[in-house]
């Protein structure tokens, strides 16, 4: 059974308990993984608030040589754990290799920007004053990840909270744990307490740690249901929280444009991860006369995508996560079917897997807006593609979103890639090069697709909290001081 990193010891759940961990691709089992219970929880944030006070006044120097250690530690054990993630997540191995890469650029990257500028200097009012603005660290800060990036989505957050001075508690998704627990070999050479983990279910370790009292600030990746709990128990406490909410992210086609690059772009940013990334692409307006072509080219370049094993060498996607959210995305291709829409590819289960939750790669044609592809966060392999009669109606219907995470659209017009970058609410917009992250870039939600940002300078200021500091350095008394001076005004 793997074990939780709690003021860098390994542990077991103090009441014994353990989940199984089974590989989305076979439902055999991978592992177990402590049940960690509240009691679990406050020891570990225990020993996060114990470490903070050395932690936080640690040189930025210091800091960045032990992020940068933790990189290169993620980079010699990259194969391992990219198995581990495939084994557990199922996303294909040669992603899972990425992913590792990704995350210890981070490392790397918030290990400098952490040693840079940590307040401003200010102009101040009067003579003999010196006014400075410092950026302080919170404290502790729980760090709630879901399974679909688990190593990069607590990356981005780690990375930014422990070069701010925070200490951190972190707890994954009860389905991909086992990785997470294993970078935590990354960190064995931080100061006792600075990272910990626990792991379990939501209600039993998330919640408590929302909640915990020596807990300063939230940042959390999931549903926007979770979300709002979240924010909820945040509030009542005026707790800092940092969302990340998903979305339902629109993709725009315009005429003119190479519609084989179009059509291989688009197919990628609805597929990769078999749709199960926050900025997938999920809502396609393609405009006039490229319509009929895209459509044919899509479809043609999604019958050619290998389903199978993730750790095989010659395949494009693996499964879903899990039997409950492939029967979500069944239900909502069901659901279109039956208001009208046609499928033109996939639509079902593949055949030959008796076991594992593969879908096939879906594109539909024929969906309305009131259909709940076009309103909801699928989450899965599903491409509805609507016509549109010029660039504005794309425009306007991709806006047409109580989301806001991200956007695309593929145009050799500057002028129609600025307008729709303009009128489109999006976190991060992507002109002829889908879903690329940058690490200087912030990422993050508009609408309600979630509170703050990752990555970036604004990726460490939101771990960080000011501070004005006012100094007068010629001591004397005020003429403003009591006793008032009152004068009469003249007639």
Same mark, same amino acid.
């Given at each position: 059974?793997?074990?939780?990193?709690?003021?860098?010891?390994?542990?077991?759940?103090?009441?014994?308990? #353990?989940? *199984?961990?089974?590989?989305?691709?076979? *439902?055999?089992?991978?592992?177990?993984?402590?049940?960690?219970?509240?009691?679990?929880?406050?020891?570990?944030?225990?020993?996060?608030?114990?470490?903070?006070?050395?932690?936080?006044?640690?040189?930025?120097?210091?800091?960045?040589?032990?992020?940068?250690?933790?990189a290169r530690r993620m980079r010699e054990d990259r194969e391992g754990l990219a198995i581990l993630l495939t084994r557990e997540g199922g996303k294909p191995l040669l992603e899972n290799r990425d992913e590792i890469e990704w995350v210890a650029?981070?490392?790397?990257?918030?290990?400098?920007?952490?040693?840079?500028?940590?307040?401003?200097?200010?102009?101040?009012?009067?003579?003999?004053?010196?006014?400075?603005?410092?950026?302080?660290?919170?404290?502790?800060?729980?760090?709630?990840?879901?399974?679909?990036?688990?190593?990069?989505?607590?990356?981005?957050?780690?990375?930014?909270?422990?070069?701010?001075?925070?200490?951190?508690?972190?707890?994954?998704?009860?389905?991909?744990?086992?990785?997470?627990?294993?970078?935590?070999?990354?960190?064995?050479?931080?100061?006792?307490?600075?990272?910990?983990?626990?792991?379990?279910?939501?209600?039993?370790?998330?919640?408590?740690?929302?909640?915990?009292?020596?807990? *300063?600030?939230?940042?959390?990746?999931?549903?926007?249901?979770?979300?709002?709990?979240? #924010?909820?128990?945040?509030?009542?406490?005026?707790?800092?929280?940092?969302?990340?909410?998903?979305?339902?992210?629109? &993709?725009?086609?315009?005429?003119?444009?190479?519609?084989?690059?179009?059509?291989?772009?688009?197919?990628?940013?609805?597929?990769?991860?078999?749709?199960?990334?926050? @900025?997938?692409?999920?809502?396609?307006?393609?405009?006039?006369?490229?319509?009929?072509? &895209?459509?044919?080219?899509?479809?043609?370049?999604?019958?050619?995508?290998?389903?199978?094993?993730?750790?095989?060498?010659?395949?494009?996607?693996?499964?879903?996560?899990?039997?409950?959210?492939? *029967?979500?995305?069944?239900?909502?291709?069901?659901?279109?079917?039956?208001?009208?829409?046609?499928?033109?590819?996939?639509?079902?289960?593949?055949? !030959?897997?008796?076991?594992?939750?593969?879908?096939?790669? $879906?594109?539909?044609?024929?969906? $309305?807006?009131?259909?709940?592809?076009?309103?909801?966060?699928?989450?899965?392999?599903?491409?509805?593609?609507?016509?549109?009669?010029?660039?504005?109606?794309?425009?306007?219907?991709?806006d047409a979103s109580e989301f806001g995470l991200g956007a695309n659209i593929y145009t050799n017009s500057l002028e129609h890639a600025m307008k729709a970058m303009e009128q489109i609410h999006a976190g991060t917009f992507w002109i002829n090069?889908?879903? @690329?992250?940058?690490?200087?870039?912030?990422?993050?939600?508009?609408?309600?697709? !979630?509170?703050?940002?990752?990555?970036?300078?604004?990726?460490?200021?939101?771990?960080?909290?000011?501070?004005?500091?006012?100094?007068?350095?010629?001591?004397?008394?005020?003429?403003?001081?009591?006793?008032?001076? &009152?004068?009469?005004?003249?007639?």
């Amino acid at each position: 059974m793997a074990q939780m990193w709690i003021g860098n010891r390994w542990t077991d759940a103090a009441d014994g308990r #353990a989940f *199984e961990v089974r590989n989305p691709a076979t *439902e055999e089992l991978v592992d177990t993984a402590p049940r960690a219970s509240a009691a679990d929880v406050a020891r570990a944030v225990a020993a996060a608030k114990a470490a903070f006070p050395e932690w936080r006044r640690t040189p930025g120097l210091e800091k960045a040589e032990k992020l940068h250690h933790a990189a290169r530690r993620m980079r010699e054990d990259r194969e391992g754990l990219a198995i581990l993630l495939t084994r557990e997540g199922g996303k294909p191995l040669l992603e899972n290799r990425d992913e590792i890469e990704w995350v210890a650029a981070c490392l790397d990257y918030y290990a400098e920007i952490g040693r840079d500028a940590v307040g401003r200097v200010i102009s101040p009012v009067a003579r003999n004053q010196f006014n400075f603005v410092i950026k302080e660290p919170y404290g502790v800060a729980g760090l709630i990840v879901p399974w679909n990036y688990p190593l990069l989505l607590l990356g981005w957050k780690l990375a930014g909270a422990l070069a701010a001075g925070n200490t951190v508690v972190a707890k994954p998704s009860e389905h991909t744990p086992l990785s997470t627990l294993r970078l935590m070999r990354c960190f064995e050479e931080f100061p006792e307490g600075v990272v910990n983990v626990v792991t379990g279910y939501g209600p039993e370790a998330g919640m408590p740690l929302v909640a915990h009292r020596d807990v *300063e600030l939230v940042a959390f990746t999931g549903s926007q249901a979770t979300g709002r709990k979240i #924010a909820v128990a945040c509030a009542e406490q005026l707790k800092k929280c940092h969302l990340e909410l998903g979305g339902n992210d629109p &993709f725009i086609v315009d005429e003119g444009v190479d519609l084989e690059v179009a059509s291989k772009g688009a197919v990628w940013a609805c597929f990769l991860n078999m749709g199960q990334v926050c @900025t997938s692409a999920e809502r396609f307006y393609v405009v006039g006369k490229a319509y009929d072509e &895209f459509v044919d080219r899509f479809v043609a370049f999604t019958r050619t995508l290998r389903i199978g094993d993730p750790l095989g060498p010659d395949v494009d996607l693996g499964p879903m996560i899990n039997a409950q959210q492939r *029967e979500k995305v069944e239900a909502k291709v069901r659901q279109a079917v039956s208001g009208g829409a046609s499928v033109v590819v996939g639509g079902k289960r593949p055949e !030959g897997f008796s076991k594992g939750y593969f879908y096939e790669p $879906t594109a539909l044609v024929g969906v $309305t807006p009131a259909m709940s592809l076009l309103r909801e966060e699928t989450f899965g392999p599903v491409a509805p593609i609507v016509r549109c009669r010029d660039i504005d109606e794309a425009i306007a219907l991709a806006d047409a979103s109580e989301f806001g995470l991200g956007a695309n659209i593929y145009t050799n017009s500057l002028e129609h890639a600025m307008k729709a970058m303009e009128q489109i609410h999006a976190g991060t917009f992507w002109i002829n090069d889908p879903l @690329t992250d940058n690490d200087a870039g912030p990422f993050g939600g508009m609408r309600r697709s !979630g509170i703050g940002r990752e990555l970036g300078s604004e990726g460490i200021e939101d771990f960080r909290d000011s501070k004005h500091v006012h100094l007068d350095y010629v001591i004397g008394a005020k003429s403003y001081w009591y006793p008032y001076r &009152f004068e009469r005004p003249k007639e």
